[in-house]
């Protein structure tokens, strides 16, 4: 009866392991030698085999036959081969490219560079796998270094080429001695390193619309020539950069879009940076009771209604003296439009309509100039030196606006105020009105 055995040999001058596991053979026969591994269970040729030979062999009469890569043996006779394939030599590469060709790193990320080769034998169909290069370098050590290995780093903004070298190996079948003989080729290879700035944070973070703000951009990967933007309206001009803060000067048009502006920071060749960091473009928009501690506790301070005394502000000095009637001393601030404070100064008035009083006369718009970083001062609404207090009292409604450029903005709140003597009584009404509001 013929037994069976499958074999795989390898190549004398090849290391490599042998990812081959077959499927077992019943009843091994034949010894093993030097060249010749027989894996010696199961009885089931496999179907492939990623490298080495299988050998198919048959010990017995020799008039059974076999096709294929195989051999028959007569241990009376002696060994016949009948290999139907000749000997493979080890993995060729070709057609190898540097890998990433391009890369877009953030400040302070890592990656590796190395090489991409189309892999085939004689056996295999081909297919492309990644291997290291060697003596890697950096075209721009301010941009990004790289180790020699192909470890690269990212410094600073910018656009850097990283080269490095391959051995592309091959081999040859030599016949008909059926040696494999092996070539290298030295292949340099440069990918592209391209690295975003990072922008953390902006102060100034806030500014009001046609005001000129110098801001300080704080990040890293900051590099001369950096520009910065930041959307519609907005005209940034960089006044100093260091590798982690930018000064710059946010000029903001009278008709920019009110609310975020992303800041970017772009390097002189590179992408521009990705960080959700906003600048925001304030529009007045409403006033807000001025928490001073100690002046305004309450923020707004109370309304007045002296006989022949004295009206105080809000951080108790005389604004006037033996007056009879009303006066009122609010600490505003003007905020914007998710209710921040605006720094900014501004140009600011009080206006008034809608009479609605018995004394005969609206009160003039007050006009004044609010300097940056002040509160709205106090104004003597309606009182006049005793005793010529009023005799009668006035009705009116209170706007206010700020004008900037050729934009006048109608804030809130507005108010409906009584002052004067009404059924004998000395009245200092405010109440705050809705849109719609009428006497
Ligand atoms: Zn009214």
């Known amino acids: ?59 017995g009469a020799d008039n059974n036959t076999m096709s294929g890569r195989s051999e028959q043996v007569n241990t009376v006779r ?25 890369y877009e790193f953030d400040v302070g990320q890592q990656h590796s560079y190395g090489f991409t080769a189309e892999v085939s034998n004689c056996y295999r169909l081909p297919g492309r796998s990644q291997f290291d290069g060697y003596d890697w370098f950096s075209s721009d050590i301010t941009v990004g270094t790289i180790d020699y290995y192909g470890l690269a780093t990212a410094i600073d903004g910018g656009t850097a080429s990283m080269t490095g070298y391959f051995d592309e190996v091959s081999w040859t079948m030599i016949t008909p ?4 003989d092996r070539q290298v080729i030295t292949v340099p290879g440069t990918g592209e390193m391209q690295v ?7 102060e100034p973070s806030r500014g009001l619309i046609g005001n000129t703000i110098r801001v300080t951009i704080n990040g890293s990967g900051f590099r001369s020539g950096a520009t910065v933007s930041a959307g519609t309206g907005i005209s940034a001009s960089v006044i100093s950069i260091t590798r982690s803060q930018i000064t710059a000067d946010f000029m903001i048009a009278t008709n920019a879009t009110g609310g975020n502006h992303r800041v970017i920071v ?9 960080d959700s960091v906003n600048f925001f473009v304030q529009i007045p928009t409403s006033l807000v009771p001025f928490n001073a501690p100690n002046v305004a506790p309450n923020g707004i301070g109370p309304l007045q209604t002296p006989v022949n005394g004295n009206i105080l502000g809000l951080s108790g000095q005389v604004l006037a003296s033996n007056v009879t009637g009303v006066a009122r001393n609010y600490a505003f601030t003007l905020a914007d439009q998710e209710g921040q404070r605006i720094f ?28 940056a970083n002040r509160i709205l001062g106090d104004i003597n609404l309606r009182a006049v030196p005793y005793p010529n207090e009023l005799s009668g009292y006035d009705c009116f409604d209170q706007t206010f606006l700020v004008k900037i450029g050729n934009t006048t903005y109608t804030l809130t709140p507005k108010f409906h105020i009584e002052v004067g003597r009404k059924d004998g009584q000395l009245i200092a009404n405010r ?4 849109p719609g509001h009428t006497h």
């Open 177 to 180: 001695t059926a040696t494999c």
């Open 431 to 434: 109440t705050i009105i809705q």
């Open 196 to 202: 975003r700035p990072r922008v953390t944070s902006i």
């Open 266 to 274: 772009s390097p002189v060749r590179g992408p521009a940076s990705i």
């Open 344 to 371: 900014e100064g501004f140009t600011f008035d009080e206006s008034f309509s809608d009479y609605c009083g018995t004394d005969g006369s609206l009160p003039s718009t007050f006009s004044s100039q609010v300097p």
């Open 1 to 59: 009866m013929a037994a069976f055995s499958v074999f795989v040999k390898r190549f004398p001058f090849q290391s490599l392991n042998i990812p081959f596991i077959p499927q077992a053979i019943k009843n091994p026969t034949m010894p093993n030698t030097k060249s010749t591994k027989y894996l010696n269970s199961g009885n089931v040729i496999p179907l492939n085999v990623e490298r080495g030979q299988i050998g198919w062999s048959m010990i």
């Open 78 to 102: 002696g060994i016949s081969s009948t290999y139907a394939c000749y000997n493979c030599c080890p993995d060729s590469m070709t057609d190898s490219a540097p890998i990433p060709l391009f």
